[in-house]
């Protein structure tokens, strides 16, 4: 059985992601395994690199800190499953840098999927989860898939009081966000592997508008006529994609809307076809990713309402 990973940190913001990963794991066929990592305090040192004070008098309350993460992994764990109906979740805690060591050990476990939560703050939360998105997307060979709790819970201290129950968020169709690019493009095949013939797939290209110069100068006519050439172009992309995803069985249309944010557009049609997942690549190169599909994806997940899954582009795609 595929198990999806649950990144937590011991909020009720964090959990947020609880609800989604219940659907992921019906829609899978797959096993949660709630996942926190421990990261001990570092000492404070001298310029020589010795140390200025005793660490070992840390130890009681890095023991205290870690034996409660343990517990709340155990607690939540029974709690979802008392919400399912399921046996108790695997808990596992880690120890380390949070970034790495949650990358490492998707790894290890061969993990279908990571989830996480983020503020989507401002360029990068300042939460534990949120602070650590931005570098696992850059590390992680998994698709990852990053949830934003509703306006209204963005500040850690105004999250809401966690819930007796949680409520499976079902997953039925999902936006494929694509650009016309083959690096765009790479999100099909792990979407597919990840989710079969079990969703219903939009395909959606977002149609650069014609210079505002063109509208100055051109005919109704000739504007009219290029901008439907603009979107044919569009289309017969959108097309291919379509058709093959078509011959895998699974069941698909596609959408296109003309904006001059791509961002704004999947957002703008995750929202008019009711879609319940937004699936998009990036390439998550450098701090924030400063190629085009970094760029949007980015936005996209400070904004969207719907889980934003990504799937990391291979290095040099283009």
Known sequence: MRTILVALDGSPFAEAAIPVALGMAKCLQAQIELVTVHQPPAGVRAISGASVHDLSLDRSGNDELRAALQQYLEHTGTRIAHSSEAPPVPVTLLDGDPADRLCEYAAERSAALLIVTTHGRGGVSR??????????????????????????????????????????????????????????????????????????????????????????IASQEEYDRDLMTQEAMVAGYLRATESELSDRGAQVSRCALVDIDPARAILSSAATNGVDLVAMATHARGLMGRVMLGSISDKVLRTADTPVLLCRTAPGAL
């Not at 602070?131 to 709790?149: A, F, G, H, K, Y």
């Open 127 to 216: 939460v534990w989860l949120g602070s650590v998105t931005d570098t696992v997307l850059r590390e992680i060979s998994i698709p990852l898939l990053v949830v934003r709790p509703p306006e209204g819970t963005s500040d850690i201290t105004a999250a809401p009081t966690a819930p007796a129950h949680f409520t499976a968020q079902p997953i039925r169709k999902v936006l494929v966000a694509l650009d016309g690019t083959s690096a765009g493009n790479a999100v099909v095949d792990p979407l597919h592997v990840l989710f079969g013939n079990s969703v219903q797939y939009v395909v959606f290209g977002a149609v650069p508008p014609l210079h505002p110069m063109w509208r100055a």
